[in-house]
């Protein structure tokens, strides 16, 4: 199995940057798309971005397009998510999470991903 675990949450002022990271355990770790996923109190858990295998590919939800940027080190087993110009509404738990079949095209619904981290919070207050 594959253990996911972020980490980097924490509370930060609107306009702050936050980078978040997720290491993973095993071997297979460059066989999976790798996703971030949020969820706010009282709401669902949403897409937030995904990278391909190789790190080449990547897709992004539109309330974040061009203030985060995810990235991805095959090596090391890790997947990092890069926060910038920080909204009150950003304010949720962050997951990361896996997918392990071979699919054309990057998955955006929960439901697809295989593997699951625990998450870690952001919160966004002044």
């Known amino acids: 199995q594959v253990l996911l675990v972020e980490s980097g949450g924490g509370l930060v002022q609107p306009g702050d940057s936050l980078r978040l990271s997720c290491v993973a355990s095993g071997r297979t770790f460059s066989s999976f798309v790798m996703g971030w996923f949020r969820q706010a109190p009282g709401k669902e858990r949403e897409f937030v971005a995904a990278?391909?295998?190789?790190?080449?590919?990547?897709s992004y939800a539109r309330s974040v397009k061009g203030r985060f940027t995810i990235s991805r080190d095959n090596a090391n087993n890790t997947v990092d998510l890069q926060i910038t110009s920080l909204k009150p509404e950003d304010t949720a738990i962050y997951y990361c999470?896996?997918?392990?079949?071979?699919?054309?095209?990057?998955?955006?619904?929960?439901?697809?991903?295989?593997?699951w981290g625990q998450g870690t919070q952001v919160t966004v207050s002044s």
């Open positions: 990278v391909s295998r190789s790190g080449i590919t990547t």
């Open positions: 999470a896996g997918d392990r079949m071979n699919r054309l095209y990057i998955q955006t619904t929960p439901a697809e991903y295989d593997y």
